[in-house]
């Protein structure tokens, strides 16, 4: 997959991680089961955006990527995991969380959300999850879970000219009632040369790659809002439920009735 690709589903998977920090959770009480429920419902989450993504042919199939989850307990003079994490990586995570841990302003949130990259000379990592504060022992805990990629399987082609591309995509310039070519000549690009970058960069044209980006906004809304399937399709500019549910069903063979409502409790 393109460098582009990858930056943009990162993109995505972090703002839901950072939503899924949001949810009411009721942290009252620290335990196991508190902390076996958030691992459950953060790994279904990230499993579902993977699934979702290997069907959309955006991550390819043939890598696991999800590798395990960890829980991190966090104190102003120490960390310690109850699995085995690279030194280093352990060491990053801690210095993310150790600010919000010794802050004393009355705003503090008591759950962070964490979402860290670390790069080898093989595998691209990334820890994505939440932090909760436990304020009365100025404790926290991180529940992370850990991805990779191989380096061999990320394509850097064309990366520097392609920068307009996400311009475009993350300035939501682009909608379905507009025209494209009222939007790459801005950057002083041929429609050639657009739709060959398209390809290289997105893997297929603009507008295929738009409604995938519009299928994860759909998949984070079902997942982390307690919005009716309805109101969904509206938000995300279908014109219709039906028109969005033919769409995941029909064409990529993943239904709605199998993505889990996290917020409401239905997974």
């Known amino acids: 997959m393109h460098i582009y690709q990858l930056t943009i589903i990162d993109k995505k998977l972090k703002e839901a991680i950072a939503k899924f920090s949001l949810l009411p959770i009721n942290t009252s009480i620290f335990d196991a089961g508190l902390f076996e ?54 060491t990053a995570i801690q210095n993310l969380v150790l600010p919000h ?8 949130k008591q759950i962070l959300p964490i979402h860290i990259h670390f790069t080898t000379s093989k595998e691209v990592y990334l820890f994505s999850g939440i932090s909760l504060l436990k304020q009365d022992e100025s404790t926290m805990y991180s529940l992370l879970h850990e991805m990779s990629m191989p380096i061999n399987h990320i394509s850097y082609t064309s990366h520097s000219r392609c920068n307009y591309l996400l311009s475009i995509i993350y300035a939501i310039e682009y909608n379905e009632r507009q025209s494209i070519h009222n939007l790459y000549p801005i ?21 295929n790659f738009y409604i995938k980006m519009k299928m994860l906004d759909v998949l984070n809304d079902i997942m982390l809002t307690n919005l009716s399937l309805k109101e969904i399709a509206h938000k995300n500019n279908f014109s219709s439920y039906i028109a969005m549910y033919q769409l995941f069903k029909r064409k990529y063979n993943f239904p709605l009735n199998i993505i889990p409502r996290i917020l409401i409790g239905s997974n």
């Open 37 to 90: 429920q958030l691992l459950h419902d953060s790994r279904v989450l990230i499993k579902t955006y993977i699934s979702l993504l290997k069907l959309l042919q955006i991550l390819p199939e043939q890598n696991q990527y999800y590798k395990g989850h960890f829980l991190i307990k966090h104190t102003a003079t120490g960390v310690e995991a109850d699995g085995e994490i690279h030194p280093d990586y352990l």
């Open 101 to 108: 841990l010794l802050s004393r302003t009355s705003d503090r």
């Open 187 to 207: 950057y002083n690009i041929s429609y050639r040369q657009f739709r060959k970058d398209c390809k290289i960069c997105l893997g297929t044209t603009f507008h």
